[in-house]
């Protein structure tokens, strides 16, 4: 039968076509044992289309079990892989080898996360800011009753929020953002693009009770329109832009 | 000691079911404590890659029909479905697609402001509702965000479950690691939902998520519970490559061909009435027929496939509806959808087994419910519907979910807890595993097992392959990989790799037995030596229960309401 | 709680201009000028200040400034002020939604549309037209 | 201030900048209308200063920019480093540098207006 030829999508021991190399070098560090971070390095053969994540299991699998890394989907829409990939932050499995254009690639957990063990890094406070910002339709009647039909938006209503319902909470763009950089209390672009994703809804009633939350000493007046948030961000969320508008409600520029 | 702790609900998987179990539970009872335990952070369940659509009846005014839904379906399932199962889940999905709107989901639009839907592979209307391509994405999102509204929701996010605990006849708790910390607890609760999701990385290539492995149908089927309909696996025709991440079958609800090397649309020899849109099993078979018969493309990896055409539904209309293939074709496999056709092949998709239940998600086991892909309820037969599983997960994530309730409203748990039982867990996963000896590479011992699932049990499936299979899997069961070589406790990935293997090689095993017994060809169970559907000797489900050695086989018989069984064309 | 190390960048990662494009040149310009602008406010209410101890100790003063040193110092004060205030105009417009672009389906390959052009050339204008000022200053000071 | 809502200071922040870009570029320019190095000397200045308009318009602009760069210092502090402690001290801090220094500028401008020079 010819159905048989396997296919390698975890990665084959054997390379079809002969294949380049690069030098990954990957951040270990386990905060309970170890006193600093320490990098390992690998060389790992690649082809045209394998992705960064990609490498890092191949290391996992054949050189070392013991590398910490976070990962699901591998398709990028599941928001696990967040790292910092030469020194930007960027999901493993949506970065190629070949984009990178570097002989060398080092990994390191993404910044202003702590770091549960080498490249794993803790959600907590953006799963919490993200919490705390009523991330729902706010009105009293979103529980359906039997016959009723939905709540009618027109394809242009939905433009206005689409595309900040992209956001897969990965974390780059908090992880890239200045303020966040020293602001262990700042609500982060994550949020403050998703406080303004429900606000931008036309089904939505609960601008009021969100702006208040967010208006305070490290909300989203902690935003300087660095930009950096909507440069990292792997869905075209453009935080910055959710953010700027957002603020125009609180400045008055808009209502 | 092992460390304790106590919810009333203990919901094990944050995929659509889960969560949707978890939101109905709250909203009946907000005294209840409700513990979402999930070996993944909850936005990163394997349903966020869900893609084309999810099926349900919205325009009666317009000629659907809850009957046509429900004739499709079974039609669809090759006449295995239970057909009570299939008129629940029709019965229900429209209002829970209104649910879902009204709690933010943006699902996309007509003109006029309703919820638009789009043509999918078996229906007779257009009856996939959609969201763009990212269908299953933005259902978690509206449910993540919804179960922010309740305060006595707790995320276990990044836990482990390894067993379930009860006293032979109902349900006390589970055992679980943290990984973060590599801690291991026992979870004691009153009632729990299964909601572990598919486990298509049986195969090595897949649509699934990575984690997408049988820990929860093994946890089940150690404790007693049946696996049902293992043996019918979904290939999905248009898996991309290399990757194997799908292209949704939504690429062809909005026109999009399939070739053939020499430019014809096949599936005209196979489906004429509805062409591409033909179910699943059957468009799978066709491209493999092609390929069989030398009207295939190589792909540069080697591999056969076939082409995908989508040029001429413009580059708009793909921005519009399926920017989020358009995404991956063009990062993963360098290619634009709308200037050059598509390599696919049929990939490992969807499993239709599962824990058995009845029609309200109960499994055999008191305080047990189990809901969504992990689920085997019989709703969908031998061959599932496209955008018929989102669709199950919402409707039974919301029925279990209240029926737990219930039963933890009317039970207290009065029995002694069973440390023994945890003790024995302890000494399995640490002794067992955690501090085993070998050579063997777990992680080449799990992909051999799944590039032998792949060569073995694929979309044409015949006696001497089955059995080489499961001589393989055998083979690799007795190897020495039961070791984890990562000592640290902190996030130990090995360690949970390791377990996930463990339950993989049990579950092949249930799957190529299944398929061995099976001498018929039924949905997507495809055999070469027996061509035909045998409704005198194989219409039941297939029953498999635990045993050290080897699966007990059983079989339960399908509920057959309206529609008696004919032959199926399209 | 206890305490968890957050991993956090720090001053070093906040002020670090090289990694993500202009924008955040523009960012650390302002927040440097808006420093600077405050050390010489102060420094300018303490030297106007001397005006009271009459027409000495002004022109003592005065001479300090005359000297070349002061003379530079100025210039990059005038070059601050002017990067400060059209930067400043800029970042306030963006800040109420001005010119951040509009909310818009987004298409792979992702470009953000609030980092768009109008405001590179915002920021681009501000550090000419500091530049520009502050050679006409310097020609000012140094013409005479 | 602390107890202000963050909205509220951060309008008067953007608020005073604005006044400041029309204020300030009066008051440079006034330096350009004569030549810079005679609008510096001793009696032109003190003229300036019991000029009364120009006298209070450099008051308010020492009040704008007072408030509005001890604004900007407290921003950048808050930022820097978080806690309770901490985030009262900087509030107050530079609350009271603003105030300080605005005393300490009205001082010379009332006394030089007055004649007291
Ligand atoms: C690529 C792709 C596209 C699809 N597109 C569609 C579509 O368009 N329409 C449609 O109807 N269906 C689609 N499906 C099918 C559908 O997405 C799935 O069947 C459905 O999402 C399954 O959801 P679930 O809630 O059952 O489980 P999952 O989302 O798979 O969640 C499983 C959960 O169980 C947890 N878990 C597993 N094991 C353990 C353990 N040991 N301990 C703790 N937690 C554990 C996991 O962490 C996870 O949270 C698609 C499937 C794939 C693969
Ligand atoms: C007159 C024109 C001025 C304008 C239009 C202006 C505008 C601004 C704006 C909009 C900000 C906020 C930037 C942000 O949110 O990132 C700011 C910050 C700041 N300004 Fe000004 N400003 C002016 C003059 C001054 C002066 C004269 C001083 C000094 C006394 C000053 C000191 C500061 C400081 C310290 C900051 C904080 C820096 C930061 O947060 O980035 N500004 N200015
Ligand atoms: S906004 Fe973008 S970068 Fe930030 S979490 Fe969401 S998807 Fe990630
Ligand atoms: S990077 Fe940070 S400063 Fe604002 S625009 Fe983005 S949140
Ligand atoms: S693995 Fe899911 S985003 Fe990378």
């Known amino acids: 039968m010819a159905q048989v030829s396997s296919i390698a999508e975890e990665q084959a021991s054997t390379p079809l076509s002969p294949s380049k190399s690069v030098t990954l070098r990957i951040a270990r560090f386990n905060p309970e044992h170890d006193s600093e971070r320490k990098f390992m390095e690998f060389t790992i053969p690649y082809k045209k289309w394998t992705t960064v994540l990609d490498i890092i299991l191949e290391v996992k699998k054949y050189f070392d079990h013991s590398v910490a890394v976070r990962y699901s989907c591998r398709q990028a829409t599941c928001g696990s892989c967040g790292m910092k990939i030469n020194g930007k932050p960027m999901l493993a499995c949506f970065t190629k080898i070949t984009e990178l254009d570097s002989d060398v690639i080092t990994v390191e957990p993404m910044n202003n996360f702590p770091i549960i063990r080498d490249l794993a890094v803790r959600f907590e406070r953006l799963f919490e ?23 009618l938006q027109s394809p242009k209503e939905v433009e206005q929020y689409i595309q900040f319902a992209n956001c897969i909470k990965c974390g780059l763009c908090n992880s890239a953002c200045p303020t966040m950089a020293t602001d262990s209390s700042f609500v982060g672009p994550q949020a403050l693009a998703q406080a303004y994703r429900y606000v931008a809804d036309s089904r939505d009633k609960g601008k009021n009770s969100r702006l208040k939350i967010i208006d305070e000493s490290h909300g989203i007046w902690r935003c300087h329109f660095a930009g950096s948030c909507s440069q990292v961000c792997p869905k075209g969320v453009d935080p910055a832009m959710g953010i700027q508008l957002l603020r125009g409600y609180l400045l008055g520029f808009r209502s | 000691m092992t460390d304790s702790i106590e919810f009333d609900l203990i919901i094990c998987g944050s995929g659509l079911a889960g969560l949707r179990a978890a939101i109905e539970a709250a909203k009946k009872n907000s005294k209840i404590k409700i513990g979402i335990v999930s070996k993944v952070q909850v936005m990163r369940s394997h349903s966020v890659s869900a893609e084309g659509g999810t099926a349900g009846v919205l325009f009666e005014d317009e000629g659907d029909s809850i009957e046509s839904h429900i004739y499709d379906t079974v039609k669809g399932s090759d006449f295995l479905a239970d057909q009570d199962v299939a008129k629940r889940l029709c019965d229900k999905i429209s209002k829970e697609i209104r649910q879902l709107e009204h709690w933010g989901m943006p699902w996309s639009r007509r003109n006029d402001g309703r919820i638009d839907q789009r043509n999918f592979g078996g229906y007779s209307f257009p009856r996939a509702s959609y969201a763009s391509d990212k269908v299953g994405f933005f259902m978690m999102q509206t449910l993540y965000d919804t179960c922010q509204k309740f305060d006595n929701i707790e995320y276990l996010n990044e836990w482990f479950v390894t067993s379930i605990i009860h006293d032979g006849y109902k349900f006390m708790g589970i055992t679980a690691i943290e990984i973060s910390s590599g801690n291991f607890y026992q979870i004691k609760g009153k009632a729990m939902i299964i909601a572990t999701g598919g486990a298509g990385r049986l195969y090595s290539f897949a649509t699934y998520a990575l984690s997408s492995t049988p820990d929860g149908l093994d946890m089940a089927y150690r ?15 248009t898996g991309i490559l290399p990757s194997g991440i799908l292209i949704t079958e939504g690429a062809r609800g909005e026109g999009g061909y399939l070739l053939n090397n020499k430019g014809e649309r096949f599936m005209e020899k196979y489906a004429a009435g509805m062409m591409e849109l033909a179910p699943r099993d059957i468009v799978s078979r066709a491209i493999m027929t092609e390929i069989d018969e030398g009207n295939g493309f190589k792909h540069e990896t080697g591999v056969d496939c076939m082409k995908l055409d989508l040029r001429h539904l413009g580059d708009e209309k793909i921005k519009e509806k399926l920017g989020g293939i358009r995404e991956i074709s063009i990062k993963f496999s360098g290619i634009d959808p709308a200037k050059e056709v598509l390599d696919i092949r049929p990939v ?5 087994g599962g824990i058995h239940t009845n029609i309200d998600g109960a499994t055999e086991l008191q305080g047990v419910w189990a809901a969504g892909e992990a689920a085997c309820n019989g709703v969908h037969g031998s061959n599932r519907l496209g955008a018929n599983s989102t669709s199950e997960c919402i409707v039974w994530g919301k029925i279990t979910g209240s029926l737990a309730v219930d039963y933890i409203e009317k039970n207290t748990n009065s029995n002694l807890w069973p440390h023994h039982l945890v003790t024995l867990e302890e000494t399995r996963i640490y002794d067992g595993i955690f501090r085993g000896k070998g050579d063997a590479n777990p992680y080449e011992i799990r992909q051999e097992l799944t590039d032998t699932m792949n060569d073995k049990a694929y979309v044409y499936r015949d006696e001497k392959n089955l059995v080489e299979g499961l001589k393989k899997v055998r083979q690799l069961k007795e190897q020495t990989w039961k070791h984890v070589d990562d000592s640290a406790k902190e996030y130990n990935t090995n360690f949970t790799n390791v377990m996930e293997l463990d339950s993989m090689i049990r579950t092949t095993e249930i799957i190529l037995i299944g398929a061995i017994n099976r001498k018929e060809s039924r949905g997507a169970h495809a055999r070469t030596d027996y061509t035909k559907r045998d409704d005198t000797n194989f219409l039941h489900h297939t029953l498999a229960y635990y045993d050290p050695k080897e699966p007990i086989m059983k079989t339960h018989p399908v509920t057959i309401t309206n529609y008696q069984p004919v032959e199926r064309k399209y | 709680m206890e305490h968890r190390d957050e991993n ?10 090289r990694r993500y494009g202009i924008e955040r040149v523009a960012y650390l310009l302002m927040r440097l000028s808006g420093l600077g602008l405050l050390a010489y406010f102060i420094g300018h209410i303490y030297e106007t200040s001397l005006i009271l101890k009459g027409e000495v100790g002004w022109s003592e003063f005065l001479e300090l400034t005359q000297t ?14 002017v990067f400060h205030t059209v930067n400043g105009i800029r970042v306030m417009l963006g800040e109420g939604g001005v010119g951040v672009g509009k909310p818009a389906r987004p298409d792979y390959p992702y470009i953000p549309a609030s980092q768009n052009v109008k405001h590179k050339i915002g920021i681009y204008s501000a550090i000419v037209l500091a530049a520009i000022a502050m050679l006409y200053g310097l020609g000012v000071m140094f013409g005479e | 201030m602390s ?21 300030v570029a009066v008051h440079i320019l006034m330096r350009l209308t004569l030549n810079f190095a005679e609008s510096l000397e001793y009696e032109n200045v003190i003229a300036n200063y019991q000029f009364i308009p120009y006298a209070g318009m450099l008051e308010i602009i020492l009040i704008l920019l007072s408030i509005h760069g001890f604004n900007g210092l407290r921003v950048i502090l808050l930022e820097l480093k978080q806690g309770k402690v901490y985030e009262k001290a900087v509030s107050y801090g530079c609350v009271a540098a603003m105030v300080g220094l605005i005393a300490y500028g009205s001082r010379t401008i009332l006394m030089v207006n007055m004649g007291m020079v």
């Open chain 1, 129 to 151: 800011s993200h919490h705390k910002i009523k991330p729902y339709l706010i009105r009293d009647d979103s529980e359906i009753t039997s016959n009723e039909k939905e709540f």
């Open chain 4, 3 to 23: 107890k202000m809502r963050e909205s509220v200071i951060m309008k008067i922040h953007y608020g005073t900048a604005l006044a400041a870009v029309a204020l």
């Open chain 3, 68 to 81: 070349t040193e002061g003379h530079v110092l100025l210039a990059i004060v005038i070059a601050m002020c």
């Open chain 2, 348 to 352: 490992c998709h969807y499993m239709m």
């Open chain 3, 8 to 17: 956090k960048e720090g001053i070093g990662g906040m002020i670090n201009p």
């Open chain 2, 223 to 237: 404790a007693g519970m049946a696996l049902k309909d293992m043996e019918f696996v979904q290939f999905h025709p």
